[in-house]
């Protein structure tokens, strides 16, 4: 994966939240680069398809998260114990990625709960591997944590 492409998106959204006032950003963050943007309805296949989730959010356009790269479409979902994002971002020049993220706001969760939380994103990316199997393997995601610990 294009470090520069990694450093943009992770750097983007600590920075843009850091920017709205002193709150410490905590998190798990896992990219993949794409040749492609997948589909709407691929994503939210995906999603419906791991039993552990309970609760989908969509929406699209959101805000820029820094001056060149912006997210396309997010979806979020939560289980009894967990959630996360998935995000489609592109880059001014075009270059495409999809994240999958959680973020605690002044918090660090105990080892545990980022245990779970990577639990969930494994079967969600797995789930999503299913839909959209152009996508990278999972081997290919670049994992980045913020100020947590896994167990």
Request: proline content about 7%; glycine content about 6%.
């Amino acid at each position: 994966m294009n470090k520069r492409i990694l450093q943009i998106i992770v750097g983007g959204i600590i920075a843009c939240l850091a920017a709205t006032g002193c709150d410490s950003f905590n998190g798990v963050y896992r990219t993949a680069r794409l040749q492609q943007l997948p589909s709407n309805a691929s994503i939210e296949a995906a999603l419906h398809d791991v039993p552990a989730i309970q609760k989908i959010h969509y929406s699209a356009a959101q805000p820029v998260f820094s001056s060149d790269t912006r997210i396309l479409r997010q979806s979020d979902y939560s289980s009894a114990h967990s959630g996360g994002v998935v995000a489609i971002q592109q880059t001014e020049t075009g270059e495409k990625a999809l994240t999958l993220y959680r973020m605690w706001i002044n918090y660090i969760p105990p080892p545990e709960a980022v245990g779970d939380t990577c639990a969930l994103m494994d079967k969600v990316y797995a789930s999503l591997l299913r839909h959209i199997p152009e996508l990278p393997p999972k081997e290919d995601l670049k994992e980045t944590l913020v100020r947590v610990r896994k167990p």
